[in-house]
């Protein structure tokens, strides 16, 4: 028969265990997936909660640093937040500089390890949207009018800054009516304003344009088909 105190000792034992069993361990709780997203320059910080995290119970902290800098600064409006992303645009402004992101958690009392990002420069990995495009009908022919999209910063007199000051763009505008059996590029070229000329009368034309950007060989969405008859 096991003694009084033998047995006390087993069951704080087992409590003990079972009490660690139940707690998620360090690497478990670590966030998956951090990775930015951006889009004309807009950058944001995202990941996906660790295995271990359930419900809307843990806290995420996040810093971030360029590349060069010893250092890591925290990202104090997501220190201790429950979303899973983080708006790091303005700590991102320098387009051309490599920056990192990386991310905790916290939940019931345990903090894991730091999972980082891999290097990250806005220049080379953001997305440009389709360019703004208004079509006026004029005296038979279509008049193009094409705006980049604005980054999210301002200059130093606070206008608003054009995407094309940063890339080489073209602009690729594309043109379909009811006469014709397949889509026509009808411009290609860093002009903003295409006037399309030629057209049919009593035809319905619908016009679509894209950005490309030749130094990565990429491109934007289309923008909005936008369609006009002429009379």
């Known amino acids: 028969?096991?003694?009084?105190?033998?047995?006390?000792?087993?069951?704080?034992?087992?409590?003990?265990?079972?009490?660690?069993?139940?707690?998620?361990?360090?690497?478990?709780?670590?966030?998956?997936?951090?990775?930015?997203?951006?889009?004309?320059?807009?950058?944001?910080?995202?990941?996906?909660?660790?295995?271990?995290?359930?419900?809307?119970?843990?806290?995420?902290?996040?810093?971030?640093?360029?590349?060069?800098?010893?250092?890591?600064?925290?990202?104090?409006?997501?220190?201790?937040?429950?979303?899973?992303?983080?708006?790091?645009?303005?700590?991102?402004?320098?387009?051309?500089?490599p920056y990192y992101g990386r991310v905790k958690t916290a939940s019931a009392g345990i903090h894991s390890g730091w999972t980082m990002t891999r290097r990250f420069i806005p220049w080379w990995e953001t997305k440009i949207d389709p360019p703004v495009m208004n079509i006026t009908q004029v005296n038979g022919s279509l008049l193009v009018i094409l705006h980049a999209p604005n980054l999210p910063h301002r200059d130093q007199k606070g206008n608003s800054v054009s995407m094309d000051n940063y890339y080489q763009l073209v602009y690729r505008v594309f043109i379909i009516s009811n006469s014709l059996e397949k889509e026509q590029k009808v411009y290609e070229g860093a002009h903003r304003v295409i006037e399309v000329e030629a057209l049919a009368p009593h035809a319905v034309y619908c016009v679509v344009a894209e950005i490309y950007r030749p130094e990565l060989d990429r491109r934007s969405q289309r923008s909005e088909e936008r369609c006009v008859t002429i009379p």
């Open 1 to 97: 028969m096991m003694p009084p105190h033998a047995f006390l000792g087993f069951l704080i034992g087992l409590s003990l265990t079972r009490a660690a069993e139940t707690q998620p361990d360090h690497a478990s709780l670590k966030p998956q997936r951090v990775h930015f997203q951006s889009r004309n320059f807009h950058n944001v910080l995202h990941w996906r909660p660790g295995r271990a995290c359930t419900g809307n119970s843990s806290l995420y902290f996040v810093q971030y640093k360029m590349y060069g800098q010893r250092q890591w600064t925290n990202k104090e409006t997501c220190w201790g937040i429950q979303e899973f992303f983080c708006d790091l645009t303005n700590e991102t402004s320098a387009i051309q500089e």
